[in-house]
């Protein structure tokens, strides 16, 4: 079925970069990555060579490279990704997809190292070198995102509209919808790994925990379902008509957006009777997700992922240990979890300690004074 979604060509594809190419598909081929880290490092390694095939009028072998090929790579990345908040403060700073690309490309001149493929004479270990040396003092470090508190709405707005009387595809959509936006928020899943699902998967909402294969990370792990969520699915299920193993999150319509942004995609006329079911792509749960929030004046930035966020700050919140939010979430390393999500919690607990213990300038000299009141004057 197509998705809409495709698959990046093999490295090399449509430049002059023949034998690099063949390199690189081989290194790629070596790569213990999940099938989604392989394309992303597919995406970089299509962007380095674009970027030899421009700046070298074509490049058939690896003798042409030398020890600036990263140095100058990672300037044309951030040139052609650049971070807009970082230069509407006057800096230029890459993006994590630019950062991201210089990985691959670093990953296949240690691989041509490794193999005695670079020129003679070119040090891996000096192309790292000059890379740092142009960087200056300062590192950039990742560019946390804030949710907003009250995110949550996203969920209550699809809860509060009143569910259509007569069956069909608008009451489906938003028996759906409700679902949707309560699982999201509830396992923290991400929104391939929901839109992954089947019935099946979830036993139409009977089942108290869902086990996830299709990860970003390739490693199943296994998520929680709250009652609520569980009876929001029981009841979008119980009305739908297709198998048990039909996408979890269906298509109820191929309806067109109008003008005056009343209705979304899927949302509006009928689909055939009998049709196989189809899932919603991330595109329209991003519209859904976009046009609640704007409905409820949050802020411009809420997303799907704004959902998984809040979960994993709200159990940080309530104490669960920052090794289990990742274990749900699906990270490899704790440390990830605390970088992006756990330090709005630890800013907030930091803020109750210095509450806790702290004095208030007129409260400090007040204490400092009397303490001088209690020592004896020697002139006495």
Same mark, same amino acid.
């Given at each position: &079925?197509?998705?809409?979604?495709? +698959?990046?060509?093999?490295?090399?594809?449509?430049?002059?970069?023949? @034998?690099?190419?063949?390199?690189?598909?081989?290194?790629?081929?070596?790569?213990?990555?999940?099938?989604?880290?392989?394309?992303?490092?597919?995406?970089?390694?299509?962007?380095?060579? =674009? #970027?030899?095939?421009?700046?070298?009028?074509?490049?058939?072998?690896?003798?042409?490279?030398?020890?600036?090929?990263?140095?100058? #790579?990672?300037?044309?990345?951030?040139?052609?990704?650049?971070?807009?908040?970082?230069?509407?403060?006057?800096?230029?700073?890459?993006?994590?997809?630019?950062?991201?690309?210089?990985?691959?490309?670093? %990953?296949?001149?240690?691989?041509?190292?490794?193999? $005695?493929?670079?020129?003679?004479?070119?040090?891996?270990?000096? &192309?790292? /070198?000059?890379?740092?040396?142009?960087?200056?003092?300062?590192?950039?470090?990742?560019?946390?995102?804030?949710?907003?508190?009250? @995110?949550?709405? @996203?969920?209550? *707005?699809?809860?509060?509209?009143?569910?259509?009387? /007569?069956?069909?595809? %608008?009451?489906?959509?938003?028996?759906?919808?409700?679902?949707?936006?309560? @699982?999201?928020?509830?396992?923290?899943?991400?929104?391939?790994?929901?839109?992954?699902?089947?019935?099946?998967?979830?036993?139409?909402?009977?089942? *108290?925990?869902?086990?996830?294969?299709? =990860?970003?990370?390739?490693?199943?792990? +296994?998520?929680?379902?709250?009652?609520?969520?569980?009876?929001?699915?029981?009841?979008?299920?119980?009305?739908?008509?297709?198998?048990?193993?039909?996408?979890?999150?269906?298509?109820?319509?191929?309806? !067109?957006?109008?003008?005056?942004?009343?209705?979304?995609?899927?949302?509006?006329?009928?689909?055939?009777?009998?049709?196989?079911?189809?899932?919603? =792509?991330?595109?329209?749960?991003?519209?859904?997700? !976009? !046009?609640?929030?704007?409905?409820?004046?949050?802020?411009?930035? =809420?997303?799907?992922?704004?959902?998984?966020?809040? /979960?994993?700050?709200?159990?940080?919140?309530?104490?669960?240990?920052?090794?289990?939010?990742?274990?749900?979430?699906? *990270?490899? *390393?704790?440390?990830? +979890?605390?970088?992006?999500?756990?330090? $709005?919690?630890?800013?907030?607990?930091?803020?109750? &300690?210095?509450?806790?213990?702290?004095?208030?300038?007129?409260?400090?000299?007040? !204490?400092?004074?009397?303490?001088?009141?209690?020592?004896?004057?020697?002139?006495?």
């Amino acid at each position: &079925m197509d998705d809409g979604r495709q +698959t990046p060509p093999s490295p090399g594809e449509g430049t002059a970069s023949p @034998v690099l190419a063949g390199y690189a598909e081989e290194m790629l081929q070596a790569l213990d990555l999940s099938p989604l880290s392989k394309t992303t490092y597919r995406c970089g390694l299509n962007a380095l060579l =674009t #970027f030899i095939a421009e700046a070298q009028s074509g490049v058939g072998s690896p003798e042409a490279i030398d020890e600036e090929l990263l140095h100058r #790579f990672a300037l044309w990345l951030r040139d052609r990704y650049p971070d807009l908040r970082a230069r509407a403060r006057g800096e230029a700073r890459p993006t994590r997809t630019a950062r991201t690309y210089l990985v691959a490309a670093k %990953r296949l001149m240690n691989w041509l190292d490794l193999h $005695e493929l670079l020129p003679a004479g070119v040090s891996y270990d000096r &192309m790292l /070198r000059r890379i740092d040396s142009g960087r200056g003092t300062r590192r950039a470090g990742y560019q946390q995102r804030r949710t907003d508190p009250g @995110v949550a709405r @996203v969920i209550t *707005h699809f809860l509060r509209q009143p569910l259509p009387d /007569r069956q069909g595809p %608008r009451r489906l959509a938003l028996l759906r919808n409700r679902a949707l936006m309560c @699982v999201l928020y509830d396992t923290g899943m991400r929104i391939s790994e929901a839109l992954a699902l089947t019935r099946e998967d979830v036993l139409d909402g009977r089942a *108290h925990k869902v086990r996830l294969t299709l =990860t970003k990370n390739g490693k199943p792990r +296994t998520v929680f379902l709250s009652s609520e969520s569980q009876q929001l699915l029981q009841a979008y299920c119980r009305e739908r008509s297709d198998g048990s193993y039909a996408p979890l999150f269906a298509s109820h319509g191929r309806g !067109k957006a109008s003008r005056d942004g009343a209705h979304v995609p899927g949302y509006g006329d009928s689909a055939p009777v009998g049709a196989a079911a189809q899932g919603i =792509t991330p595109q329209y749960v991003w519209q859904l997700v !976009k !046009k609640a929030a704007q409905a409820e004046g949050l802020y411009d930035n =809420t997303s799907p992922h704004s959902l998984r966020h809040r /979960r994993a700050q709200d159990l940080l919140d309530e104490g669960m240990p920052l090794e289990w939010v990742a274990a749900l979430l699906g *990270h490899q *390393h704790p440390d990830t +979890t605390r970088v992006v999500y756990a330090w $709005e919690t630890d800013e907030e607990r930091l803020a109750d &300690m210095v509450s806790t213990y702290g004095l208030s300038p007129s409260d400090a000299q007040r !204490k400092r004074g009397a303490a001088n009141d209690d020592v004896p004057n020697p002139d006495g």
